[in-house]
């Protein structure tokens, strides 16, 4: 059966037990979302057009922003609650001592077939079939010290290749498959719906080098991939808020696994896809309770001081909202 970031999906309830056992403080009806625009965060866009934000007593608004260090900065500020970003950002922000613990894992890639949520792609035309013939070569990241440089740097060395033989571009995934076809970049790191657009295209017929943000991912637990996250103080005062969230995130997850074609429309109306991409994708259906681990996160870290992207004694459990 096809893995799906659903698949992954904190359901709420251990979290939300979690949470409740902090000590009372007063909860929080109105809450901003840092946002960027991923199908990670279908879950919540769901809930909030289905109505179980407000059945919470919540009013939820959703800012959409272009990177996770622009969230980063946003929930920092205190003009947004709740930030929602790959993994890596904050890790990099935890590094540099701000108070984020994450609350949700939102997708997590494992080992197990089709595990994969990352990929480093080539076109089915070129003459590159492993990262060793990318010496030389273009590479496209979504950006500076992120989770795609991660992917090169990492399959890169795992391979014995020098990542800094490679000619390094960065942009939003959206210009890769462009950038591949006309020959802009020879590889490029995507997630879906990139990954499937470049498959199906007759002009890429993308061929995989690598699948991961890191080479070495587990069955079980896997790594993190996007995360939702708070401040320490802002999840000590509002532990019923967070409770409340998780709990309207949980619905929208069992309507998605109860009606699998339900989800695949979701898709297409609100991110406006052609529906062959998503019957394509994968998007399979919902199981499992994935809270946040310390073993999701810890791999992560290591990957990213043997790369030399960061040297820091950050552990794993420093990454997640703790229990009293």
Not at 165 to 192: H, R, W, Y
Not at 258 to 270: G, H, M, Q, S, T
Request: aromatic letters at 8%; hydrophobic letters at 45%; a neutral charge.
């Amino acid at each position: 059966m096809k893995h799906t970031f659903l698949a992954r999906f904190l359901c709420g309830s251990a979290t939300a037990a979690m949470l409740f056992a902090f000590h009372a403080a007063n909860a929080q009806n109105s809450v901003k979302v840092g946002a960027l625009r991923t199908f990670a965060m279908a879950p919540a866009y769901y809930a909030n057009t289905a109505g179980y934000f407000k059945e919470e007593g919540l009013d939820v608004e959703f800012v959409t922003l272009g990177t996770g260090p622009a969230i980063g900065s946003a929930v920092a500020s205190g003009s947004v609650q709740i930030g929602h970003s790959a993994a890596i950002p904050v890790i990099y922000a935890r590094a540099q001592n701000q108070p984020f613990r994450v609350f949700s894992t939102l997708t997590r890639e494992t080992s197990g077939d089709d595990g994969a949520l990352t990929w480093l792609v080539v076109s089915e035309g070129s003459n590159i079939r492993s990262l060793k013939d990318l010496e030389g070569k273009t590479v496209m990241t979504n950006g500076v010290s992120s989770l795609c440089e991660l992917a090169f740097r990492d399959h890169a060395a795992n391979a014995g290749v020098d990542w800094k033989k490679f000619k390094s571009l960065t942009a939003p995934f959206p210009q890769m498959p462009p950038a591949i076809e006309i020959g802009n970049a020879d590889a490029a790191c995507v997630i879906d719906p990139f990954y499937t657009m470049m498959r199906q295209s007759p002009q890429i017929k993308a061929h995989t080098l690598a699948a991961g943000q890191i080479h070495n991912i587990s069955s079980d637990p896997g790594v993190a991939l996007e995360v939702l996250y708070v401040t320490e103080d802002w999840a000590k005062n509002h532990p019923e808020t967070l409770a409340k969230f998780n709990r309207a995130m949980a619905k929208a997850v069992s309507d998605f696994k109860n009606k699998p074609e339900a989800y695949k429309k979701f898709l297409v109306d609100i991110y406006r896809l052609d529906p062959k991409i998503v019957d394509d994708m994968k998007t399979g259906t919902v199981s499992g309770d994935f809270t946040p681990r310390a073993e999701m996160f810890s791999p992560l870290i290591e990957a990213l001081n043997r790369n030399d992207m960061l040297k820091t004694s950050l552990t794993g459990q420093d990454m997640i909202l703790a229990t009293p």
